[in-house]
Structure formats: structure tokens, C-alpha cells
């Protein structure tokens, strides 16, 4: 388990989900966990922990260096789960995109509120897209309903987050407005393939896998929103190389667990 600061990476949309050929944003969040071989646990509850979902976590982080694993809230019946001592035993904590609203009620049934708060206090990386970006801060712009509306989220960062703000417009205007009115805190619009690393709960670096896409920070004051765009780091892959020999018998041993 990580002993390092209180770090929350939060990603618009992209990763193995929306890039599984593009890998640089997930092996990004394993280089946080400052450990040469990070344990991370990936959460697809907020999609309903659907099998292909877990799969593809799985085709991306089985040939990384990494210990991977996912927790399933919808099969605990069927695949008994310590899941306090297993999130805590973790360096990182992968949150998929999904229903907001339905992440967080379905959090909040198995405490995983409570455990996260307590992991994210212990240096554990807490990361996400969509969803499991928003969750983090105070309200995030959620399509849980069907269009675009407020939401709720766990706080541990202050303000607002609504994602996809390039690749799902119609988010935007809802956002903006709300921040307008002041229903909604100020925060940031992250468009996809963009990430926003917090160091505590103070914004650290803004990473992106492509070119031409933006982070903004967004205010309101006196019955005025603006946007200030941030420009982001632009994070390069490694050149194609063959794997090395930890890499190998990582696979190896994966696969194996796999077959049972």
C-alpha cells in the first residue's frame, strides 16, 4: 500500500475504455502509485460491473507492470469479497464511467463511501473516468436521468467536474449555466483523453493523450460564467520495444490465475 501525499486523478473520458490502443493515460496512473510494481483494483460499478467492461480492464493491465484485480459489488453473493481489506490493501484505485448516481447509491449500500475517504487519507491513488472522475468532487454534471443534470459526489475535492466536455456537448451548456446561477460550484470542463492530477486537493498537472484537446477551469461571478482553458501536458508513449523478461512472466503468471 502507498505511503505517499493524497492524490486523485480524474480523467474526462479516454483510457483503456475509449483508447485501449493508445495506453499512455493508464500507465500514467500506475507510474503515481511511485511503486515499481503497483497494486490496482479496477471498480466497474458504475456500468453495473458488466463482463466486457472487466475484461478490457484486464486485456490493458495484464501486460503492464502491475498487480491487477477488480471488484465486483453486483457478484459479492456469488464471489465473496473482504472488500474493505482488499481496497486497502491496494497502491491504486481505478473507478470506470458509467451512472453517477447509481455509482455512489450503490457505494453508499456497501460503505464503500466511508472506505474510500479512509483510502484516499492513506495515500492510496484514487483514479477515474466519467463518473469516476466526478465522484471525487463536491457536483458533477451527470446523464445517470438521461440528459445532463447536477449531481452530487463525495466532496473530497472542492467544486465541480463535467466531463466530456468535447465529446458529449450537450453537457455544457447545463454546466455552464449552473455555475452561472451559482447552483453549481465553479470547477473544470475536461474534454476527453484529458486528466487532471490533485495533490491533496490542490490541482497539480493536466495531462492529455492527444493533441487539440483542453481542460478549462470554469467560473461564475455576478451573474457571469467564464472559461479559462488550461493547457495540457501532452504525454508521450514509449517507442515499441520487445517486452522485457518481468513483463513476460507477469503475462505468464496473469494468464495462469486466469485458467484457475
Known amino acids: 500500500m502507498s505511503q505517499g501525499s493524497r492524490r486523485i486523478f480524474g480523467l474526462g473520458g479516454g483510457g483503456f475504455t475509449i483508447e485501449p490502443e493508445n495506453p499512455v493515460l493508464d500507465r500514467f496512473i500506475l507510474s503515481l502509485a511511485g511503486r515499481p510494481i503497483p497494486r490496482i483494483c479496477f471498480l466497474p460499478t458504475a456500468s453495473g460491473d458488466p463482463d466486457d467492461h472487466i475484461a478490457r480492464f484486464h486485456a490493458a493491465f495484464d501486460g503492464e507492470l502491475c498487480e491487477p484485480s477488480h471488484l465486483s459489488l453486483f457478484r459479492l453473493g456469488r464471489r465473496p469479497v473482504a472488500v474493505a481489506e482488499h481496497l486497502l490493501s491496494q ?42 472522475s466526478m465522484c471525487w468532487f463536491e457536483v458533477g454534471v451527470t446523464t445517470s436521468a438521461g440528459k445532463p443534470a447536477p449531481a452530487r459526489g463525495l466532496g473530497l475535492l472542492p467544486g465541480s467536474n463535467c466531463v466530456h466536455y468535447d465529446g458529449e ?32 486537493t490542490r490541482l497539480d498537472r493536466v495531462v492529455t493523450s492527444r493533441a487539440g484537446a483542453h481542460a478549462y477551469r470554469v467560473h461564475g461571478r455576478d451573474g457571469v460564467v467564464t472559461e479559462t482553458q488550461l493547457q495540457p501536458e501532452r504525454l508521450s508513449a514509449a517507442p515499441g520495444h520487445e517486452a522485457p523478461a518481468d513483463v513476460v512472466e507477469l503475462r505468464r503468471v496473469h494468464e495462469l490465475r486466469r485458467r484457475g
Open 91 to 132: 497502491d491504486i484505485i481505478y473507478v470506470g464511467g458509467g451512472s453517477m448516481v447509481n455509482l455512489l447509491a450503490i457505494w453508499a449500500a456497501h460503505e464503500l463511501d466511508r472506505i474510500l475517504v479512509e483510502c484516499w487519507r492513506q495515500g492510496i491513488v484514487l483514479a477515474g473516468l466519467s463518473a469516476g
Open 169 to 200: 456537448p450537450a453537457r455544457r451548456p447545463i454546466y455552464l449555466e449552473g455555475v452561472r446561477t451559482g447552483r453549481i460550484p465553479g470547477g473544470y470542463g475536461v474534454d476527453d483523453g484529458v486528466g487532471l492530477l490533485f495533490e491533496g
